[in-house]
């Protein structure tokens, strides 16, 4: 399970450090971004509590600190392996982020599948992620 992750800077220190503790029990491969807007926190801030919480889970798996949304999404589909799972904490407008993944993708499916009152949710099934080599 590979994720992309990030917390919001204007979150308490101890919990985006928790955050990190638990992306380190549950994930083998992480690549650590930050939201474009800092809420507050200087650059690198926010990704260095996270990492932290991630080292303090005993987490031995692949990290890497990619402060950019957007690189850290592609740099995590161009590692993918067959089979990986991507789980992506995403700032603003998902388009952006379903732009990338369609390059990274063979085959890709948009369906709306819930509907309530004014709001609509779309479900995304990927499928077929093209191979890739996990690079540290």
């Not at 650059?43 to 080292?55: F, H, Y």
Request: charged residues 35%.
């Amino acid at each position: 399970l590979v994720g992309v992750i990030g917390v919001p800077g204007d979150r308490k220190n101890e919990l985006i450090i928790r955050a990190g503790e638990i992306t380190g029990r549950y994930l083998d491969c992480v690549y650590i971004k930050e939201d474009e807007e800092l809420r507050g926190r200087k650059p690198g801030e926010t990704a260095a509590l996270i990492e932290k919480g991630l080292l303090n889970s005993g987490f031995s798996g692949f990290y890497k600190i990619i402060r950019d949304e957007k690189k850290a999404l592609e740099k995590a589909l161009e590692n993918a392996l067959p089979g990986d799972i991507i789980v992506c904490f995403y700032e603003k407008e998902a388009e952006k982020l379903i732009q990338i993944i369609k390059h990274g993708i063979i085959e890709f499916e948009t369906r709306e599948t819930l509907d309530e009152g004014n709001r609509q949710e779309k479900i995304f099934r990927l499928c077929k992620i093209s191979a890739g080599s996990r690079k540290k």
